[in-house]
């Protein structure tokens, strides 16, 4: 161990999409080698050597000062809000190293001690030993267990360093024993394996899951692209599978497309519905379509939170629940924003200086900047069934319709 690091709990450049954007890493690498890892290359190339790790105290003193009303940063104002908070955002909390270190354990006291909205993300085990569980117990707590969508017999190839999927089953029904809800993450998804995604969706709900999310597969980088490739003779052409589907890029990754996910997204989600699951869409487009809010739409359904609905998911849901036909920016006018900058967290190019802010908070510009398009890749019209309605409004702001989007829902 090398120290503790200075970012181990932030804001995620998620905020334009998710309802529950910050998180916390207990260590800021990870001992799974998953074979389409995206976080492990890009968190340790901004790291210094060695392995770091959160430190419990400090975020029990973050915790004392905001809940005295000393607010020093948007990160301190998502906790006062008590917006959820995501552990093992980008790093598993629950690798070999937590045996020794503990430091997940020490971070799940204080979470317990605030009764903090907490989704946790792992792939590991040692959170069913006495001294975890009790504390998982008493939390405010949705425990999401990820496993990608492939055939058994390769899993091993994959995820690597992980559980086979009947240990994972049997690490469900403990939990959901214990009175935990739990939610089954199948990600990803390997193309021509979605059959076998579906089969464990329904062994999830047999042994307690109350969400299933599903995500389809993304080449973030050449590595894993390779690596993918390497696996060819066991796992079939993934890759010329993706080209033959269709592929974009967004950001840095390289996805399916949008026409090309849409029929497995509407089965996996019919398919839920038939179980009594909760469905969450975790392809950043398809969000909209989780029950709930977000693709951890858990977190709004079986937590005691407040959801982060100032972006452009928020819009589009509040739009659906009203006039499906006007996504317009003017909804944000009775949202909170936090008004400290949240452009700190974000790449630099997202920033946006004070004297361009019109006495707005800095959020509210980031968001404006790109309504309309053209700033990235984010906008209303990015997700699934929303687009243009040709219209603007006084402020040259685009209005979106929503119209496809709630008729394929409903």
């Known amino acids: 161990m090398s120290g503790t690091y200075k970012h181990a709990v932030s804001v995620t450049s998620q905020v334009y999409f998710c309802s529950a954007p910050i998180r916390i890493d207990s260590y800021d690498t990870c001992q799974f080698a998953c074979v389409y890892c995206f976080s492990r290359d890009r968190s340790r190339r901004a790291a210094s050597s060695g392995v770091h ?37 980008l790093q598993d909390p629950f690798t070999h190293r937590e045996a020794e270190d503990r430091v997940t354990l020490a971070v799940l006291r204080v979470l317990e001690e605030q009764k903090y909205p907490t989704l946790i993300s792992t792939k590991g085990g040692l959170y069913l030993e006495p001294e975890y569980l009790d504390v998982l117990k008493r939390m405010n707590l949705v425990f999401r267990i990820s496993a990608s969508g492939i055939a058994e017999n390769f899993r091993h190839l994959v995820d690597r360093k992980a559980a086979p999927f009947d240990i994972t089953l049997e690490r469900i029904a403990t939990l959901a024993r214990a009175g935990i809800k739990v939610a089954l993450r199948i990600q990803p998804v390997f193309p021509s394996f979605e059959a076998e995604a579906l089969r464990m969706a329904t062994l999830a709900w047999q042994a307690g899951a109350s969400q299933v999310t599903f995500e389809y597969l993304k080449l973030p980088n050449d590595t894993v ?3 993918i490739m390497d696996l060819k003779p066991n796992i079939g052409d993934v890759c010329g599978i993706m080209g033959e589907m269709g592929i974009k890029k967004t950001g840095p990754d390289w996805t399916l497309t949008a026409d090309a996910k849409r029929p497995f997204v509407r089965q996996a989600r019919n398919h839920c519905h038939a179980l009594g699951l909760r469905f969450g869409a975790g392809d950043t487009e398809f969000i909209p379509w989780s029950d709930g809010n977000g693709c951890c739409g858990s977190s709004s359904l079986f937590l005691e939170a407040n959801q982060f609905d100032t972006n452009f998911v928020g819009a589009i849901k509040h739009a659906m629940a009203n006039s499906p036909d006007i996504v317009s920016f003017s909804l944000f006018e009775d949202r909170w924003v936090p008004q400290h900058t949240v452009g700190h967290y974000m790449d630099y190019r997202s920033r946006v200086p004070i004297a361009d802010r019109d006495g707005k908070s800095d959020w509210m510009q980031m968001l404006q900047r790109r309504w309309n398009g053209g700033r990235g890749p984010y906008s209303p019209g990015f997700f699934d069934g929303v687009q243009s309605s040709g219209r603007k409004d006084e402020n040259g702001m685009t209005i979106y319709d929503a119209t496809q989007l709630a008729a394929e829902l409903a």
Not at 55 to 77: H, K, M, P, T, W
């Open 53 to 89: 790790s959160a430190s419990a105290s400090a975020l029990r003193q973050r915790f004392d000062r905001v809940n005295r009303g000393v607010i020093a940063s948007a990160l301190d104002e998502f906790l006062q809000k008590r917006v959820p908070i995501q552990l093992g955002g």
């Open 225 to 227: 692209r390779a690596a």
